[in-house]
């Protein structure tokens, strides 16, 4: 007989407790190694998913942060493109200093030619580095009517161009002769200066008047 049948042989000679005892056994070992093999491994690893939820939720809170932040970041981006664009509109045409002081005498020069106005001096002044950009200036010397200074500093403010009256002086007193009715005339000393992209040789560089 063989060992599988003699096994056989022994467990049907078992009485009914015995076997419901055995059976009782069996179902304990399959059911511990189900629980050591299966059911621990599975809760261990529920454990381990339910425990790592906050530190994912966190992550993903850093990452939506981050998104939000980054387009709050390329919408500041966009808006200073936007900006930096119209100031370089604004800028002084020239690819030299000199060039550009040449240009802003040319934008000047039909601001001061309304009757009653008149030019007696202009001259350019020293480039001087501002950041990433020259400063550029002439310096006025004019005679005009109080209408005429008034209507100047609002064509300057006008501009396409960038420009500041960067220092201003002015004494009255003197009347214009030979008209019926005489008007106050001005003289006026200002300094107006715009911006340009033109490097600034070492040279050239100055300190400006102030």
């Known amino acids: 007989m063989s060992a599988a049948g003699a096994f056989l042989a022994r467990i049907s000679a078992l009485s009914r407790q015995e076997k419901a005892l055995l059976a009782a056994c069996l179902l304990g070992i399959v059911a511990f190694a189900s629980a ?22 966190a992550v993903i809170a850093r990452y939506e942060t981050i998104r939000l932040g980054q387009a709050r970041v390329d919408e500041e981006m966009f808006d200073q493109v936007e900006r930096m664009e119209k100031w ?34 202009i001259r350019a002044l020293p480039p001087v580095k501002k950041g990433p950009y020259t400063e550029v200036a002439v310096q006025l010397v004019i005679q005009t009517t109080t209408e005429g200074l008034g209507r100047l500093l609002a064509d300057l403010s006008r501009q396409p161009k960038i420009l500041r009256v960067r220092k201003f002086s ?41």
Not at 100 to 118: D, I, S, Y
Not at 184 to 204: C, N, Q, R, W
């Open 36 to 57: 050591r093999w299966v059911v621990m491994p599975a809760r261990a690893e529920y454990v381990r998913n339910k425990a790592a939820i906050p530190a994912r939720r």
């Open 88 to 121: 370089e509109e604004g800028l002084l045409v020239g690819e030299t200093p000199s060039a550009a002081g040449v240009f802003l005498q040319g934008l000047l020069k039909p601001l001061t030619q309304p009757e009653g106005t008149r030019v007696t001096s």
């Open 170 to 210: 002015a004494s009255t007193g003197a009347y214009y002769k030979g008209q019926a009715q005489r008007k106050e005339t001005v003289v006026v000393s200002m300094v107006v200066a715009g911006f340009s992209a033109a490097p600034l040789e070492e040279k050239g560089a100055g300190g400006g008047e102030e």
